[in-house]
């Protein structure tokens, strides 16, 4: 059980939409996580591959201030085991690039553009991730 | 200088997933669950971070070029192709497994970091975290190899 936080999660929700607002105002590119990591793997470009860095430097430096910021180390609960994180670590990576975007890219940007491209790709993958949580939970288990 | 504004979108992104729980996969997994017991707090993410987003974009529009580049790079496909919806699906199936997508996952590198530091029980297992990440930079390695984008 995880508790119900719908104020917390609208604020949380808002500070990401305004990091992507962030993004393009001052680069002029979609936000978006999975295009940002995968340009950092070889062949990549000077100008962009330091600011994808800096960028990814950033989400860790809030992980790495979340203790002092919060007071304790953000709560995570975490269901499988090795073998099933790398073939779901893989399926998320290899997807993300293949279909041009994850949830970010996607999901919040892709919406505020009322991209027809993304409004597809975020019901296919919603919907399939619904389906996977269900097989998973009350198929297998 | 734009090194410093995509760090400064990176704080400001990664406060948003873990003020919002996303960065929580039991969370992401309880709102992905559609029979019950489920925690819906997450639908609340998506509407606010779309508005904000959308509005801005909206204004932005109208402008020029942004602060600190030449111009905008404004997506510009517009045909739904079996390649987007094959990998949305790819994605969906690797997400909804664990519950981890790209940003949650290299945020929880971070904090499975801080394990070190501040052992704690409700940590996501290190190796857990370490693997998927691991796995997602293969996968992407992979895709740009395999199909790399035309555009």
């Given at each position: 059980m995880t508790d119900f936080t719908p104020l917390a999660s609208a604020i949380g929700g808002s500070l990401i939409g305004l990091a992507a607002l962030l993004f393009m105002d001052l680069d002029g590119r979609i936000m978006?996580?999975?295009?940002?990591v995968s340009r950092l793997l070889p062949p990549g470009e000077a100008r962009q591959w330091t600011r994808d860095l800096a960028f990814v430097l950033g989400l860790f430096a809030v992980a790495f201030g979340a203790h002092a910021l919060f007071g304790s180390v953000p709560g995570q609960t975490v269901t499988g085991n090795l073998p099933l994180a790398l073939i779901a670590g893989f399926l998320t990576g290899f997807g993300a690039v293949l279909g041009s975007g994850c949830t970010s890219g996607h999901g919040v940007c892709g919406l505020a553009r009322l991209s027809r491209r993304s409004f597809a790709?975020?019901?296919m993958f919603m919907g399939v991730a619904m389906l996977t949580v269900f097989v998973m939970r009350h198929v297998v288990n | 200088m734009i090194a410093l504004a995509a760090f400064v979108a990176g704080l400001v992104f990664g406060l948003g997933l873990i003020v919002s729980g996303m960065s929580n996969p039991a969370k992401v997994l309880n709102f992905l669950d559609i029979s019950g017991h489920r925690d819906p707090s997450l639908a609340f993410v998506l509407g606010p971070a779309v508005l904000i987003a959308g509005l801005g974009f909206a204004g932005l529009r109208r402008r020029a070029k942004p602060l600190l580049a030449s111009s905008f790079a404004w997506p510009q496909k517009t045909e739904i192709d079996s390649r987007l919806l094959l990998g949305a699906a790819i994605f969906g199936l690797g997400w909804g497994l664990v519950g981890f997508c790209p940003g949650p996952a290299v945020l929880s590198l971070g904090l499975a970091a801080q394990n070190l530091v501040?052992?704690?029980e409700t940590l996501a297992p290190a190796a857990i975290?370490?693997?998927?990440?691991a796995a997602m930079l293969v996968g992407m390695?992979?895709?740009r190899r395999l199909a790399p984008q035309k555009s």
């Open positions: 978006g996580v999975s295009g940002i790709a975020t019901g | 501040w052992p704690a975290t370490l693997g998927f990440v390695a992979l895709a």
